[in-house]
């Protein structure tokens, strides 16, 4: 189990999810537009929860370019290590963490998905 307080980030052109781990527990948070003000919304999350490592899931799809440009903008603005992890159906395992685990319904799923998702990459890292 990792000590280390993390935050996970499913990015997306639209929106971010957001999760956190402290001492190794973990828990969805904030989806937030993505839009030059994401950097003060994470920068409060982790002034709140201590956190001291990001990690950004990665995949090699039409979106890796960006990815790898919001990396290296999280490293300049918020000067924390940020880790990239596998997040091929990330989203899929979300989706179906919420219909095993809650009154499923399809507005509440796409509401909270980017964050569930989140907590998934934080959970493949902790594994």
Known sequence: MSTTNLLGIDY???NIGTAISVA???EPKDIFANNPGIFTNLKK???DYQIQK?????TESK?????LLFKTQLEKQLFLEVELIDENLST???VEIYKNNRNFHKKHVLEKVDSIAAAVL????NA
């Open 12 to 14: 997306g052109q639209k």
């Open 24 to 26: 190794g527990v973990i």
């Open 45 to 47: 999350t982790i002034k």
């Open 54 to 58: 990001i990690v950004l899931g990665y």
């Open 63 to 67: 979106n890796k370019k960006d990815i």
């Open 92 to 94: 899929k395992e979300a």
């Open 122 to 125: 934080l959970s493949r890292h």
